[in-house]
């Protein structure tokens, strides 16, 4: 019997998870079945327990996988461009090509939302997500406060956390309406990012005064 290596196993693993995703993302988690994978994989069901013990593994590593394609995409769209603006630009259309286009990728992540609250390991591979986003989004910004191309008063975190919300934000609305131009979607971010590249200085008082209202509330 010929030996199997590592790269074959690797390889079917992949197989089942694209299976996996797609079925996921047209059935939803409460209906699809893991013969529903099978079938879609073309693989045998002994194939797809061979590496999966059930279908909430199955869907943990779907919504997993996802996840790190889009931080992938993100930082390999942002790594060679130079200033805030070509940067933020590059990330907003991330954010609106992942609720655009790649259906079944965003009816995943929607899927997640609904099932997290029934699964604390799902529930913490999207924390994850949403924290290692807004790292990255705050580090993006921190670089440009440094390199002098935002004001000074800018809410790095603040900021990060808002544009992730953005991302996801740009999922849901796509759910809502059963789709969203591309156009549409651009033009609206980009005018989130021309008021924040050329924000005028009457702005830092009114978040100011946000912050300490904000500070002075009961907990």
Known sequence: MPRVTVAHEQA????????????FGDMGYQRATVQDVVRASGLSVGAVYTYFKNKEELFLVACACEVDRQKADLRLRMAELGPVTDRLRAAIDFAVGSAVLGVNER??????????????DLRQVLRDRRTEMVAFSRFVLQEALVRGELPAWIDADGIATAFVTLIDGFVVRALEEGTVSEEDARREAYALLELLVGAPTAIPFAVADLRARSAARPA
Do not use: G, L, T, Y
């Not at 079917?12 to 079925?23: E, L, S, T």
């Not at 899927?111 to 997290?116: D, G, L, P, R």
């Open 107 to 120: 009816s995943v992540r929607a899927h997640a939302w609904m099932v997290a609250d029934e699964s604390p």
């Open 12 to 23: 079917v693993r992949q197989r089942i998870v694209d299976a996996a995703i797609d079925v």
